[in-house]
C-alpha cells in the first residue's frame, strides 16, 4: 500500500503572497531571495526535529482567531530570539511561552492575521 512520506509543503491565501514570503525572509531568515516560496531541506532539520500532522477539534482555541483553520508551526534555533526578531518585524507576539521536555514553544500573529507557532526542539545534550 502506497503512504506519505512526510509534509511535503505547506500552501494557504495570502492577500499579499510576495510581500508576506519577503517578511518572513527578512524576520524569520526564510530560504530563497525571490518569489512567494522558500525550501527547507532535510539538512536543515536540528537532529531532534520532526514534523507532526495533527488535526484539531473545530471549536479549538489553540489557533486563537475561531476563523483560522490551519496553524503552521515551525522549528526554529533559538526562541527568544525568534518572537523579538518578529516582534522587531511588526509581528503581535503572544507574551505566553510553554516548555515541555521535547523543546520550548511560542507563537505570534504574522502580518497576513495568520498565529504561527514556533518550536524550539529541546537540545540533544539534555535528554
Known amino acids: 500500500m502506497a503512504k506519505a512520506l512526510g509534509i ?7 492577500i499579499n503572497p510576495e510581500g ?9 531568515k526564510f530560504p530563497g531571495d525571490s518569489g512567494s516560496y522558500s525550501s ?23 489557533f486563537g482567531n475561531p476563523n483560522q483553520v490551519f496553524m503552521v508551526n ?5 526562541l527568544d530570539g525568534t518572537l523579538k526578531q518578529v516582534a522587531e518585524g511588526g ?3 503572544i507574551p505566553e ?8 514553544f511560542g507563537w505570534f500573529v ?4 495568520n498565529r504561527v507557532e514556533l518550536w524550539q526542539p529541546a537540545d540533544a545534550s539534555e535528554q
Open 8 to 14: 511535503g509543503g505547506i500552501f494557504f491565501r495570502s
Open 20 to 28: 508576506l514570503a519577503n517578511w518572513y525572509r527578512t524576520w524569520l
Open 40 to 62: 527547507f531541506l532535510p539538512t536543515t532539520i536540528p537532529e531532534k526535529g520532526f514534523s507532526v500532522w495533527s488535526p484539531f477539534k473545530k471549536d479549538s482555541d489553540y
Open 74 to 78: 515551525l522549528m526554529v534555533d533559538d
Open 91 to 93: 509581528a503581535e507576539v
Open 97 to 104: 511561552t510553554e516548555e515541555y521536555d521535547y523543546g520550548r
Open 110 to 113: 504574522d502580518p497576513d492575521g
